[in-house]
């Protein structure tokens, strides 16, 4: 069943007056009448069932207590890389459950600090992924970050993933998580060191080294895996 985000609070027999985008989504896209019956989230979280009526508003039939979000919040820090892989990789991270994504314009970034209309669509990707997982809240994408912005992210648990570490270590996922997922060619070793610096811990996702979106999507899958 198809689910949309509205940025208001309901009540089940409200008349709510659905946006453009909303609406093409559900007549020329998906080709849906006034039968068909779909999730509505609203700003606060709560899940509703309603179907169309007239002249783009729908009304609310239903409400459900479903709870789809985890229970740690997770930030992922994810270092820029190429457009296409970086796309695919927050939908994925999305999709498993992160709070919140923070972009992070580290030393070896080949793509630098995104402009406006890439950021536009990123958000887009993310609100149109938790639509798709059913999820509770559209979760954050914070501004491009320097490494000085770092420390603002941390959580009770903060981890840097790093290719040249290779000590066995786990993943304490008895509170929130924050972890830094480097760029295409790793992180450079004055900037770890200074990320270790603000108190993030090293760990190691194995033996073989990992392209910078297998790392994101299979940390975050152990995290996840943990919390659920």
């Known amino acids: 069943m198809q689910q949309f985000f509205v940025d208001e609070v309901l009540n089940i027999n409200d008349h709510v007056k659905l946006d453009s985008d909303i609406l093409f989504h559900l007549q020329t896209v998906l080709r849906k009448d006034s039968e068909y019956t779909f999730r509505l989230c609203d700003m606060t979280g709560h899940i509703f069932f309603a179907h169309l009526i007239d002249k783009g508003t729908c009304i609310v039939d239903d409400s459900s207590d479903e709870n789809n979000e985890?229970?740690?919040?997770?930030?992922?820090?994810?270092?820029?890389?190429?457009?296409?892989?970086?796309?695919?990789?927050?939908?994925?991270?999305?999709?498993?459950?992160?709070?919140?994504?923070?972009?992070?314009?580290?030393?070896?970034?080949?793509?630098?600090?995104?402009?406006?209309?890439?950021?536009?669509?990123?958000?887009?990707?993310?609100?149109?992924?938790?639509?798709?997982?059913?999820?509770?809240?559209?979760?954050?994408?914070?501004?491009?970050?320097?490494?000085?912005?770092?420390?603002?992210?941390?959580s009770d648990h903060n981890y840097i993933c790093y290719e040249n570490y290779r000590d066995d270590n786990s993943i304490d996922t008895e509170g929130n998580i924050t972890y830094i997922i480097g760029p295409e060619g790793g992180f450079d070793p004055k900037e770890y060191d200074k990320i270790l610096s603000y108190g993030y811990t090293p760990i190691s996702l194995g033996k073989r080294i990992l392209r910078a979106e297998t790392a994101a999507i299979y940390l975050t899958s152990v995290i996840v895996s943990r919390c659920q």
């Open 70 to 154: 985890l229970p740690n919040e997770i930030t992922c820090i994810l270092s820029l890389f190429k457009n296409d892989k970086y796309e695919f990789c927050i939908q994925k991270l999305v999709e498993l459950g992160v709070t919140r994504i923070v972009p992070y314009e580290a030393y070896r970034s080949i793509v630098k600090a995104r402009d406006d209309k890439k950021m536009i669509r990123l958000k887009k990707i993310v609100k149109e992924a938790a639509c798709q997982s059913h999820r509770n809240r559209i979760p954050e994408v914070t501004e491009v970050a320097e490494i000085k912005d770092l420390k603002q992210y941390m």
